[in-house]
């Protein structure tokens, strides 16, 4: 059981049944009344955020959990199939609870999988990665003042900005946490 003290941004706790992370946890002493902790929590599940305020003293349940390293294989109709790289353990994973990750996920990819009650919840890819540039469109000459840039369709399937000089082939490396892209890399 977690105190109130031990609340901090990161924290995985269990409000009401349902997992939820710590968000923003900020230490209330108002001039009248009791100490609290004012709280925003993520709901893993569902991605709301909640707010609530929790007295000091008060016994907060931890969240039951786990972060596997699984490597991604490939995908299968609307699922992504990824195996455990402890257990050789094939697990499928839906498309909505893969959510936006699926754009930086190419084979054999190694990427942080939660679960809850052994169940998969959410999918973590590295922070960056490297993708080949399948399709771009040559760059247009004049304006580039202000820094101009083109759609390009890299070997995941996601469609990104780039800058005018990236070509067809380039490998570059993406920020998965934005999505943008970071610089071009030599393979």
Same mark, same amino acid.
């Given at each position: 059981?977690?105190?109130?003290?031990?609340?901090?941004?990161?924290?995985?706790?269990?409000?009401?049944?349902?997992?939820?992370?710590?968000?923003?946890?900020?230490?209330?002493?108002?001039?009248?009344?009791?100490?609290?902790?004012?709280?925003?929590?993520?709901? /893993?599940?569902?991605? +709301?955020?909640?707010?609530?305020?929790?007295?000091?003293?008060?016994?907060?349940?931890?969240?039951?959990?786990?972060?596997?390293?699984? @490597?991604? /294989?490939?995908?299968?109709?609307?699922?992504?199939?990824?195996?455990?790289?402890?257990?050789?353990?094939?697990?499928?994973? @839906?498309?909505?609870?893969?959510?936006?990750?699926?754009?930086?996920?190419?084979?054999?990819?190694?990427?942080?999988?939660?679960?809850?009650? +052994?169940?998969?919840?959410?999918?973590?890819?590295?922070?960056?990665?490297? /993708?080949?540039?399948?399709?771009?469109?040559?760059?247009?000459?004049?304006?580039?003042?202000?820094?101009?840039?083109?759609?390009? @369709?890299?070997?995941?399937?996601?469609?990104?900005?780039?800058?005018?000089?990236?070509?067809?082939?380039?490998?570059?490396?993406?920020?998965?946490?934005?999505?943008?892209?970071?610089?071009?890399?030599?393979?």
């Amino acid at each position: 059981m977690y105190d109130t003290s031990d609340l901090r941004k990161g924290l995985k706790i269990l409000q009401d049944g349902q997992p939820y992370i710590v968000v923003q946890a900020d230490f209330v002493k108002p001039g009248k009344g009791a100490a609290f902790t004012r709280t925003k929590m993520k709901n /893993l599940l569902t991605g +709301g955020v909640i707010e609530r305020n929790i007295r000091s003293g008060e016994k907060i349940e931890p969240a039951d959990i786990e972060d596997h390293e699984m @490597t991604f /294989l490939y995908k299968e109709a609307e699922d992504f199939v990824f195996m455990n790289s402890k257990t050789y353990e094939q697990v499928n994973i @839906t498309k909505n609870i893969v959510d936006d990750a699926w754009k930086f996920l190419k084979d054999n990819l190694v990427v942080q999988v939660m679960f809850f009650n +052994g169940r998969a919840i959410g999918v973590t890819p590295p922070n960056f990665v490297n /993708l080949k540039v399948l399709k771009s469109d040559p760059g247009v000459r004049g304006d580039t003042s202000s820094g101009a840039s083109k759609p390009a @369709t890299l070997e995941s399937g996601a469609t990104i900005n780039v800058p005018l000089f990236i070509n067809e082939g380039d490998v570059l490396r993406i920020d998965t946490r934005s999505g943008d892209y970071v610089e071009r890399v030599k393979e």
